[in-house]
């Protein structure tokens, strides 16, 4: 399919830092998988930002193809959508170096995330994580794109991506629409982790994590340990929020009739967590089951996997160097 110039563009990337997992999928994945149909979507794996804190590429070449494989599984179509490796676009990293000369190393020492990347790892505070932003930017822009998926902690980056192109655009002309946060969905789900302690992550809380690459059996098992308490003790009691999680779980993967009984076995005080949880495992584990299924058969495909990450390169640069050409013009580089 041609890209439609009348769609809206969006942009979202995702690292190939880990295993995606069903906070990635209920927040963002299942997302772009409606987006898709209504506008101009570009998906990419973003491997360069990962060097900024993953310097160890023994696993990158495996971590981008499950990347893609998964989000294939999920219902991304490479037809529709633009499904592309950030280091087979170099423009990106020409933009890069543009905007890396409008962006102040005073604003770059004050995001959040790079304060607490400093913290978690003093030993490699290197200019590419300080420039975080600037890429960040460079990847939104090089496709002069409008809406862009994030989550909160992605906020502030959105906004410097907006001061940079305003920056451009003051300096050498009006090139650069400026990119929003886009929520396709006003109630985004948050999945918390199964032990109740934070988010469900690629990193972090591994066990209490439902990954899309888990077997059914290990499914089970991370269920059956799910933190729960003593249970309600009166009628209509509100839940704490790891009860909250489990319900949430529930009315995403379960037939309706099994949360509504749930629910009111809870509201009646009559809920057994054990079977809640044997239930709510079993049918996670048939949700889960075929994307895992899928994405590793896409995953052993390698002359598949490299042609949809051809196509989608193709349809990347496309775009991103017709945004060059305007860059080097309103710049001046053209002699
Ligand atoms: P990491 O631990 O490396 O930060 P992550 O699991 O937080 O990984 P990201 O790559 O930071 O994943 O996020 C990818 C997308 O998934 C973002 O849109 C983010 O908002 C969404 N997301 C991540 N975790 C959850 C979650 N637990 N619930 C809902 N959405 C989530
Ligand atoms: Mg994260």
């Known amino acids: 399919m041609q890209n439609d110039t009348k769609?809206?563009?969006?942009?979202?990337?995702?690292?190939?830092?880990?295993?995606?997992?069903?906070?990635?999928?209920?927040?963002?994945?299942?997302?772009?998988v409606r987006m898709q149909e209504d506008y101009n979507c570009y998906f990419f794996v973003a491997d360069w930002h990962s060097l900024t804190t993953h310097p160890d590429t023994k696993e990158l070449r495996n971590s981008v193809h499950r990347v893609i494989a998964e989000n294939l599984a999920c219902g991304l179509d490479?037809?529709?959508?633009?499904?592309?490796?950030q280091s087979d676009v170099p423009e990106i990293a020409e933009l890069y170096l543009y905007l890396n000369m409008l962006a102040y190393k005073g604003e770059l020492e004050k995001v959040p995330t790079f304060k607490d990347k400093v913290r978690l790892s003093p030993d490699?505070?290197?200019?590419?994580?300080?420039?975080?932003?600037?890429?960040?930017?460079?990847?939104?822009?090089?496709?002069?794109?409008?809406?862009?998926?994030?989550?909160?902690?992605?906020?502030?980056?959105?906004?410097?991506?907006?001061?940079?192109?305003?920056?451009?655009?003051?300096?050498?002309?009006?090139?650069?629409?400026?990119?929003?946060?886009?929520?396709?969905n006003s109630d985004l789900v948050k999945i918390m982790s199964l032990?109740?302690?934070?988010?469900?992550?690629?990193?972090?809380?591994?066990?209490?994590?439902?990954?899309?690459?888990?077997?059914?059996?290990?499914?089970?098992?991370?269920?059956?340990?799910?933190?729960?308490d003593q249970g309600p003790t009166e009628a209509g009691q509100p839940k704490p929020d790891f009860i909250q999680n489990l319900f949430t779980l529930a009315s995403l993967v379960s037939e309706p009739a099994v949360s509504e009984k749930f629910e009111a076995d809870y509201n009646n005080c009559q809920i057994r967590y054990g079977d809640f949880k044997k239930q709510l495992g079993e049918d996670m584990a048939r949700f889960v089951g075929?994307?895992?299924?899928?994405?590793?058969?896409?995953?052993?495909?390698?002359?598949?996997?490299?042609?949809?990450?051809?196509?989608?390169?193709?349809?990347?640069?496309?775009s991103a160097s017709q945004t060059i050409k305007i860059v080097r013009e309103a710049m001046g580089i053209k002699y």
């Open 7 to 32: 769609k809206e563009i969006v942009l979202s990337g995702i690292r190939p830092t880990g295993y995606l997992h069903l906070g990635n999928y209920f927040g963002a994945m299942r997302n772009y």
């Open 78 to 85: 490479p037809d529709k959508a633009a499904i592309y490796v």
């Open 124 to 184: 490699n505070v290197n200019a590419g994580l300080l420039t975080y932003p600037v890429l960040m930017a460079a990847d939104i822009l090089i496709h002069r794109a409008v809406k862009v998926p994030v989550g909160k902690d992605q906020e502030q980056h959105l906004e410097m991506a907006r001061n940079f192109a305003e920056r451009f655009n003051h300096r050498y002309g009006d090139v650069f629409p400026m990119p929003r946060a886009f929520n396709f």
């Open 195 to 228: 032990d109740g302690k934070g988010k469900m992550s690629k990193s972090e809380n591994q066990m209490a994590t439902i990954y899309l690459s888990d077997s059914d059996e290990l499914i089970l098992k991370k269920l059956k340990k799910a933190t729960t």
């Open 290 to 318: 075929p994307i895992r299924d899928k994405a590793l058969a896409i995953q052993e495909d390698k002359v598949y996997l490299e042609k949809i990450m051809k196509q989608g390169a193709e349809k990347a640069r496309q």
